[in-house]
């Protein structure tokens, strides 16, 4: 990952300081997506009844995907994880 080839270059603490930045920009990106999607969901008026039938299908496919982003924060949290234990050992692969 690149995330991880940049603990391995950099011997200073700004690797961690910019992946924790795109961290932080991914969730609140996520957030203001998800904020958004709601506002423009709900102020839609539709003119007949297949129309809602639609839009409550798609609200609820939402629904389901928008529970499920969260899981992209722990993966990327693992990410990092992953990447300072491997700085540890000096950012060599194999153990050699």
């Not at 899981?71 to 950012?91: H, K, R, Y």
Request: aromatic share 6%; hydrophobic share 50%; net charge positive.
């Amino acid at each position: 990952m690149k995330a991880n080839r940049k603990f391995k270059e950099l011997k200073d603490n700004s690797a961690y300081a910019q992946v924790v930045g795109g961290l932080v920009a991914l969730l609140i990106t996520i957030i203001v997506g998800i904020m958004v999607y709601w506002q423009i969901s709900g102020s839609l008026t539709l003119p007949n009844d297949t129309a809602n039938t639609s839009r409550d299908t798609v609200n609820s496919t939402a629904s389901t995907v928008f529970g499920l982003l969260p899981i992209i924060a722990i993966v990327m949290v693992g990410a990092i994880l992953i990447g300072i234990v491997m700085s540890f050992a000096g950012g060599k692969s194999g153990g050699t």
